[in-house]
């Protein structure tokens, strides 16, 4: 019989357990955090269900292998949050189903490295508004790089800790989630066609120096579809167009 595994703090703030050695097996929910921290490490990881972390779990994945079978999804409920750790550049290739904007708001799925690239190649379901990003010390550039198509009617935040940290929206099809894209620091790169299928907001927490949105060389029409405006919601912040641009939205300054 497959069952779960379920991993659960008991509300407890400071709750840990840490996966260092391999997990095996066929289950049917994979691993369920909750109220917990959770770290897997172990590359040899071969367990099918992926995993999902529920209200205030954070689960920390130490090895970009570490996830078990990637054609499982990973699943991050309102409130919990999905993290990589990585100590070399690694590539998550499991789908993703996200909602919320995470523990303590630090975002539902991040790079947490510290000057370590990360790539999230599954495509990602919006089954709420989320909030995405990069989260670790940025003292040489390095990128988080989404390359799955990400879907839902739902509106998307995502941040860089830190200049010269980058986040990448490049998909090789067209993103179709529906609500706002919305950028609050560091540098957020466009980096196919239709990356942004809706409007635009650049609006930063002012915690870094400067913000931009930036549209990778020989992508012609990065912001489209849907879209009908691109919104500066506050000061010293700019989009920085690399390659030749035909610019349709509208252009509002909020602030």
């Given amino acids: 019989m497959e069952k779960t595994l379920t991993v659960d703090g008991q509300n407890s703030d400071d709750s840990e357990v840490h996966f260092n050695g391999p ?5 049917a929910n994979g691993i369920v955090a909750q109220d917990v921290y959770l770290e897997i490490n172990n590359a040899s990881n071969t367990f099918n269900g992926g995993m ?5 779990a954070l ?32 590539v ?21 490295s510290n000057n370590i690239d990360a790539t999230f190649s599954g495509n990602i379901a919006l089954t709420g508004d989320s909030l995405i990003g990069d ?20 509106a998307l935040t995502t941040y860089a800790s830190d200049n010269p940290c980058r986040v990448i929206l490049n998909s090789a ?9 919305t950028h609050k620091s560091g540098f957020l790169v466009l980096g196919k066609n239709l990356a942004a299928p809706s409007d635009v907001v650049l609006d930063p927490d002012h915690t870094t120096t400067e913000t931009a949105v930036i549209t990778d060389t020989g992508i012609v029409n990065a912001i489209g579809g849907n879209a009908s ?6 000061n010293n912040e ?18």
């Fill in 23 to 27: 997990v095996t097996g066929a289950t």
């Fill in 52 to 56: 999902t972390a529920k209200q205030d």
């Fill in 59 to 90: 689960i920390s994945i130490g090895n970009a292998l570490a996830v078990g079978d990637s054609s499982d999804t990973i699943t991050v409920e309102d409130g919990g949050t999905v993290q990589v750790a990585l100590g070399a550049a690694g």
């Fill in 92 to 112: 998550i290739a499991s789908p993703l189903s996200i909602k919320g904007i995470g523990v303590g708001g630090k975002g539902a799925l991040i790079n947490a």
């Fill in 135 to 154: 989260s670790g010390s940025c003292a040489s550039d390095h990128t988080t790089s989404f390359t799955g198509v990400i879907s839902g009617p739902f």
């Fill in 173 to 181: 099809s067209p993103n179709t989630f529906t609500g706002l894209l």
């Fill in 229 to 234: 405006a691109i919104n500066i919601a506050n």
């Fill in 238 to 255: 700019y989009f920085n167009f690399l390659a030749s641009q035909s610019i349709s939205q509208k252009l509002v300054l909020v602030n």
